[in-house]
């Protein structure tokens, strides 16, 4: 499930956020049928052309930040920490039907390598 995530980011480092369960209409974990993910702000906007990216559906599945997906905006140098959101969307089929969206957030904390003025 979704939330806040406790452990940090390292700006600019790796992150990796692990999904372990999609539960379906009927409380019942499933491998969904397509899964994507969107990386932003908490203002909304997108970071590193992180958009709706498609990832393999499984039962465990980890979405990798590194890099620039860790990199801090102009906007976001004077809040520290900065929360990111990792939105993840995934598509599966139950036994009341198919096609079904399952949709989750992930926030995260950015912490600075150094703090900046």
Do not use: C
Not at 57 to 62: C, D, I, Q, V
Not at 65 to 81: H, I, M, S
Not at 87 to 106: C, K, M, P, Q, W
């Amino acid at each position: 499930m979704g939330g806040m995530l406790s452990v940090y980011a390292r700006e600019q480092s790796v992150y990796i956020v692990t999904i372990s369960s999609i539960v379906d209409t009927d409380g019942q974990s499933v491998v969904p049928d397509t899964v994507t993910w969107s990386l932003f702000t908490v203002g909304g906007d997108i970071i590193n052309a992180r958009e709706n990216v498609s990832i393999t559906p499984s039962s465990t599945m980890n979405i990798t930040l590194n890099g620039d997906d860790l990199a801090f905006q102009e906007a976001e140098r004077k809040a520290v920490p900065v929360i990111r959101v990792l939105a993840v969307n995934a598509v599966y089929d139950s036994s009341l039907g198919n096609d079904f969206s399952h949709r989750d957030e992930y926030l995260f904390r950015l912490s600075p390598l150094r703090l900046t003025e």
